[in-house]
């Protein structure tokens, strides 16, 4: 009887922590947000002013210039959040010199058209899954602005799968 009792009370605490490791992998601090969205939202406009000059796509330079208008305004919002929490956004210029890196890599035309949307595509679901965590913070500012931003985020999501639609080879 006593070692039943000793199995469920080890069963109940290995659940707990189990549920407690699930709970914390589903929000992130909100320091880390700061950084990691700020990061996100430097990444869309240098790919959204990219696409402006690589692609030949008139709707992949439309997308782009959403990306870059509307990623602008909310890491211009992101940034004045963190001011006021005293929390630390990503660099810029060490940021942009990452990113260009990395899409320097992709091609011309109509192949950077179809590779820019294919990106777009993943970069917004990564993006949206980092502010539903968000979402959930215990911090109530982090938690409403990143609340706030989503259903921006999921349009983009839609726009970016249509682009991704009409570029497909």
């Known amino acids: 009887m006593k070692r039943s009792g000793v199995l469920i009370s080890a069963t109940a605490a290995l659940l707990m922590g189990l549920a407690s490791l699930a709970q914390a992998a589903d929000t992130v601090s909100p320091a880390d947000f700061a950084e990691e969205a700020s990061a996100k939202g430097i990444a869309e406009i240098e790919a959204g002013k990219l696409a402006l000059e690589k692609g ?12 870059i208008d509307d990623h ?16 630390k956004v990503s660099d810029d210029a060490e940021l942009m ?27 917004h679901e990564q993006t949206i899954e980092l502010f539903r965590k968000a979402s959930k913070s215990d911090d109530a500012e982090v938690s409403a602005w990143a ?8 349009h983009h999501l839609e726009m970016a799968k249509d682009l991704q639609s009409k570029t497909r080879k």
Do not use: C, W
């Open 97 to 123: 010199n990452k990113a260009k890196a990395m899409i320097l890599q992709v091609r011309d035309g109509e192949n950077f058209d179809e590779a820019y949307a294919n990106n777009q595509v993943v970069a």
């Open 72 to 87: 602008t305004r909310a890491n211009n919002e992101l940034k004045a959040l963190a001011e006021k929490k005293n929390l």
């Open 147 to 154: 609340e706030k931003t989503l259903p921006k985020l999921e």
């Open 56 to 67: 030949t796509n008139a709707e992949v330079k439309k997308f782009a210039q959403s990306m």
